[in-house]
Structure formats: structure tokens, C-alpha cells
């Protein structure tokens, strides 16, 4: 099982440049989730999908991010244009909605992105 | 909507002592309580998770009691290793629900 798949692990750029962030999620789930981790604020929950349909997007901090899921192996969280506090890792995670399962979330390596 | 507090936010303690990290949670209607561990360089990982119709779950060294009257929750490590050392994390959210609310992190070391 190759688990949650993320890329690139680390991105380095300048402000005002466009960011894109990629997330294969785990074969079989369905339910794909975006987090932000800082310092300053912990982990938060930027959005998150049920079955490709974006269900709460109540996370994302600005217009400047946005987040598809095109199809059930893949999503992308963008960032433009990007500026510095936008530095943060970035993880993407992934669930099962199968009824018994339970709640438990599969999380990627994270991306690593830093805004000069 | 659902609120978690962790504390503390560092804790140090010696190998082969016991370590506690405490949340505690807002949302009443919240009743399943997980905690993940997040080595360096790496995303967080589910150790143990309780659900509210039991009070207190063991696995190996690490168990987790849930006062869902207090609405806090606990894990408890004992015997601590160096393999420890690591960031947890408290999270709560509703059974079945995909939403899981994060506590701020505890990061724990442990001293050889």
C-alpha cells in the first residue's frame, strides 16, 4: 500500500507566484481532506471532500487558495498569488466513508512550502 | 462548533517514566476522541482513539480515559521510550462524521 501520496515535498518561491500542490490520495477512499500546519496555529482543516464534492470550505483562508478534486485519485490545493505567510507544511489526507470504518485519516508526508 | 484544548504544549520526562496529555472538548454532541502521533518529517499518524460508550482503552503502553461529563480525555504513555518522542495530537469529532477537530500539539520528549 503506497499510502497518501503528496508532491512536491518541498517548494520554494517568490511572492506573487502561483503555487500548486498535489495529493494522490489512498485506492479505495473517499474522502480527501486539506490541513495547513504552523507554528502559530497548529493544524488546521482547509478543506475537505466527500466523493470528489467539496463539503466544507470553510477553512480556506482567502480567494487566493483554491482546491479541486477532478476525480477520486487525485486533488490539488493552489495558492495564487502566494505571499510569505503563506509558508506552512501542507498535508493532505484521505478516509474511508464505508459505514463501521470509523473516522480514521490517512495523512501524506506533507508539503513543505516556503514564500520568499 | 466543536473547540479542543490541549495541554500542555511541552512535556519532558525520563525514560521508563509515565507521560499524560490532557484536551478537553466543547461540542456535547462530540463522541469520538483520536489521537495521532506526527514523528519529525512526517504527517500524523493514528495511535488510539476512544469513542464515547467506553471510558478508558488500553493498547500496550498507551491508554486513553475519556470524562465525557468534564468533556476532557486524556492519553496516557508508560514506560516511556525514546521512540517517543514525538508531536500528539487530540482531535474530536462526532462518530461517522469526516470533520475531526484538532487539538494545538504536545511535543514530548524523552530524556535518556
Known amino acids: 500500500d503506497a499510502g497518501v501520496i503528496q508532491s512536491p515535498r518541498h517548494e520554494v518561491t517568490e511572492m506573487g507566484q502561483e503555487v500548486t500542490l498535489r495529493c494522490k490520495p489512498i485506492?479505495?477512499?473517499?474522502?480527501l481532506f486539506w490541513y495547513r500546519q504552523t507554528m502559530m496555529r497548529g493544524l488546521e482543516l482547509l478543506i475537505y471532500?466527500?466523493?470528489?464534492?467539496?463539503?466544507?470550505d470553510s477553512g480556506m483562508p482567502e480567494d487566493r487558495f483554491s482546491a479541486k478534486m477532478p476525480n477520486a485519485s487525485f486533488s490539488t490545493l493552489k495558492i495564487q498569488p502566494s505571499e510569505p505567510r503563506d509558508s506552512a507544511v501542507y498535508f493532505c489526507?484521505?478516509?474511508?466513508?464505508?459505514?463501521?470504518?470509523?473516522?480514521?485519516?490517512?495523512f501524506g508526508p506533507g508539503t513543505r512550502l516556503t514564500v520568499l | 462548533g466543536e473547540n479542543v484544548e490541549q495541554h500542555p504544549s511541552t512535556l519532558s520526562v525520563q525514560e521508563g517514566d509515565s507521560a499524560v496529555i490532557k484536551c478537553t472538548y466543547s461540542?456535547?454532541?462530540?463522541?469520538?476522541f483520536p489521537w495521532y502521533k506526527q514523528e519529525l518529517g512526517k504527517g500524523p499518524q493514528l495511535i488510539i482513539d476512544?469513542?464515547?460508550?467506553?471510558g478508558e482503552k488500553k493498547d500496550q503502553r498507551i491508554a486513553v480515559t475519556l470524562n465525557k461529563t468534564a468533556k476532557h480525555f486524556s492519553l496516557h504513555i508508560t514506560e516511556t521510550q525514546p521512540e517517543d518522542s514525538a508531536v500528539y495530537f487530540c482531535?474530536?469529532?462526532?462518530?461517522?462524521?469526516?470533520?475531526?477537530?484538532f487539538g494545538q500539539g504536545t511535543r514530548l520528549t524523552i530524556n535518556p
Open positions: 489526507a484521505s478516509s474511508s466513508l464505508a459505514g463501521g470504518v470509523g473516522n480514521e485519516q490517512f
Open positions: 485506492s479505495g477512499h473517499n474522502s
Open positions: 471532500f466527500n466523493n470528489n464534492v467539496p463539503i466544507d
Open positions: 461540542d456535547s454532541a462530540s463522541n469520538y
Open positions: 476512544i469513542r464515547s460508550n467506553v
Open positions: 482531535a474530536a469529532s462526532r462518530w461517522g462524521a469526516q470533520k475531526l477537530v
